[in-house]
């Protein structure tokens, strides 16, 4: 289970000269690229519900402005069940988390989407109940639905979901099959009403799922996850929860344990996801995601210290127009022995940030890469807090270049860490007369230069004056 532009400004320099009437040079100054890196502020502890302290995290972020979001998770209430949970970040300041409604069900929330402020999905998977659910948060109050469907499957869970700004939403998660093995799942909402669970036509084979969604608007959706070939893309058309059309991912290894976990739309036909590929730290754990794995193979080998990432890379494949391309490793830290992205969060085609957890002289960190313009940069460490000894990152939300919101635990529970949106980019001049204008067509800001043209306008008017005043009289008609 799921715990879990940048533009060089070219220098314009055009200067249009005129004979007789006006001389105006347009230009833009050198200027510094807005950089798509978030600065992702110190992790904060994000207090957990009355009662409940014990083994607490933060699975999935939704943000619909920057440093608003919110945040879904897990409480486990230090017996035997764990409750759905939430918190809410507004204008960068997280409110205490809260069960979700400890009187209706127990369970995983692993999946949130905010189609508004205040308006969102959340989904996961009922522990007590063999069923998934999908509840929606209007400002507020809380709608929740355990969901029917899936003849023939047992302990379906959805793992994440995706609503578009007309509060529609998809979720997809996976679903064992009692006589074959796991399959992906799918369920709708939409005017108000959950879908029932839906089997995707991926082929039933153990450890087949789906594990991340995004759709557009006005268009479809798509989902990525793995099964036994490999990591795969699906798709399914606008409003349907039919995902079908899969396609074979090869991660840069060719290695067959390998998946997708995280996929961030931005139009359709233009898609990143990220993966991972490699061994978990303990033997079964191939198809989780690197937090699942650290709490499950933690509880199992009676140790929180083992090098659960040490044979786990990641890597990430952009979708263009349509067209799916090669995968590219995410290099991880030169100081990293091992690294598992989780999550990724796109700002337009090309520009994305993913977060995910790397091991560093056996302390796992949370850590961050950026791709700009489709290229990936080396995955930068998050400082680990004085509070903490270990720190994961489940899952990041970005509105804006730099304005990213990014969400774990670490070992005093649920964490989060933001950053506020990029500067735009300076536009120094060292010209003494300026003249700011606004292009109607364009909504640009260009700045107008008066250079030498001057001159030349005061000479041109000048000589015009003189000339003028040597040239014959016109004669009039008597």
Known sequence: MRFFESKWPAFLSVMILATSTL????????????????????????????NFDNYNQLTSVSCWSPGNCMAVGWQYDGESLEYPSYAIETSGQWSASQIIDSSSFSGLALGVSCWAANQCAVVGGGAGTTTAFGIIY???????????????YSSPSL?????????SCVAVGLATSLTSGGNGIAATFSQGSWSALTPTSLPDSDGAYLYGVSCVNDA???????????????????????????????????????????????????????GSVGTYGCNGAQLLGAA???FACAATLHSNNFDFVNNITGFAVDESTGVWKSSVPITQNAAASGSGPTSVSCTSPGNCVEVGTTLVNNVDLGAFATETDGVWNTESLLVLPSSENYLYLNAVSCTQVGACTAVGWGSSGSIATSSPPNASPTTPT?????????????????????????????????????????????????
Do not use: H
């Not at 793992?159 to 509060?167: F, I, L, T, W």
């Not at 991660?251 to 390998?258: E, F, L, Q, W």
């Open 23 to 50: 001389s105006v040079a347009t230009a833009s100054a050198t200027s510094t690229a807005t950089p798509n890196a978030p600065a992702f502020t110190p992790a904060v502890t994000v207090a957990p519900p009355a």
């Open 292 to 294: 699942t794995t650290k």
């Open 220 to 274: 479809g959706c798509t989902a990525v996850g793995g099964y036994e070939l490999g990591p795969l893309v699906m798709t399914a058309s606008l409003g349907s929860a039919e995902f079908s059309n899969a396609q074979a991912v090869t991660d840069p290894t060719n290695n067959p344990v390998a998946r997708l976990l995280s996929v961030s739309c931005t139009a359709d036909g233009d898609c990143t996801a990220i």
């Open 159 to 167: 793992q994440s979901v995706s609503c578009r700004s007309d509060g």
């Open 138 to 152: 209007n400002a507020g109050s809380w709608t929740n639905t355990l969901l029917s469907g899936l003849s023939g």
């Open 430 to 478: 060292t010209t003494a007369v300026v003249v700011t204008a606004t292009l109607a067509a364009t909504g640009n800001n260009e700045t107008l230069l008066l250079l030498g043209s001057l001159g030349l306008i005061l000479a041109s008017t000048s000589l015009l004056a003189w000339k003028r005043s040597r040239s014959p009289k016109p004669r009039v008609a008597r």
